[in-house]
Nanobody, 115 residues
């Protein structure tokens, strides 16, 4: 059973930073693609950032230049560094792991940005 556990969320003032972590219990973590999504009540979950197994990254226009996705294969961990946070970044953030066309989701971590 693959487990995906996010952490690092919290309350931060606008302009501040947070780093989210996503620890994955899978022996083949280096072969996975990692994606971070976010969701606010009443809206669809949206893709924030992605990192392919080959190292290619992509970002939503709303976070490009402020967020950075990365990974540490030795620690089976993915990261989302979030800088220059805005109140509109407030959401529950989810980590998604994809391997061999199968995906696994974490339970989410709340990020709240106060103005």
């Amino acid at each position: 059973q693959v487990q995906v556990v996010e952490s690092g969320g919290g309350l931060v003032q606008a302009g501040g930073s947070l780093r989210l972590s996503c620890v994955v219990s899978i022996s083949t973590f280096s072969r996975t693609a990692i994606e971070w999504y976010r969701q606010v009540p009443g809206k669809q979950r949206e893709l924030v950032a992605g990192l392919s197994r080959g190292g290619f990254t992509n970002y939503a226009d709303s976070v490009a230049g402020r967020f950075t996705i990365s990974r540490d294969n030795a620690k089976n961990t993915g990261y989302l560094q979030m800088d220059s946070l805005k109140p509109e970044d407030t959401a529950v953030y989810y980590c998604r792991i994809i391997i061999l066309d199968v995906d696994y989701w974490g339970q989410g971590t709340q990020v709240t940005v106060s103005s």
